[in-house]
């Protein structure tokens, strides 16, 4: 009923920037929480950052002070700008949101395929 499709993962050098857009498509009538999660090889997917409708974050003490949470709420979409990366960062990153599909007060969380983000030399 809704898709999150992820972009703007890649290779990165160490210190580089990236910035990981999701947007939300389908049968929407409100999106509640928004956020980021990544799962690196032999690890248990971690949440990064989320950030409520109106604007308030949470951040993953690894990631605060380097990372940057955003949406559009007009778009449906959801933005991860990531500043000073670290080898420590490469992981699978997913979307996460949570969705009203109508004016019933009932919400569904979906995840996006998630994207690839590598930080190496």
């Known amino acids: 009923q809704v898709q999150l499709v992820e972009s703007g993962g890649g290779l990165v050098q160490p210190g580089g920037s990236l910035r990981l857009s999701c947007a939300a498509s389908?049968?929407?009538?409100?999106?509640?929480?928004m956020g980021w999660y990544r799962q690196a090889p032999g690890k248990q997917r971690e949440l990064v950052a989320t950030?409520?409708?109106?604007?308030?974050?949470n951040y993953a003490d690894p990631v605060k002070g380097r990372f940057t949470i955003s949406r559009d709420n007009a778009k449906n979409t959801v933005y991860l700008q990531m500043n000073s990366l670290k080898p420590e960062d490469t992981a699978v990153y997913y979307c996460?949101?949570?969705?009203?599909?109508?004016?019933?007060?009932?919400?569904?969380?979906?995840w996006g395929q998630g994207t690839q983000v590598t930080v190496s030399s």
């Open positions: 996460n949101a949570n969705v009203q599909h109508s004016i019933v007060l009932q919400t569904t969380n979906y």
């Open positions: 389908g049968r929407i009538y409100s999106i509640y929480a």
């Open positions: 950030i409520t409708r109106s604007g308030s974050t």
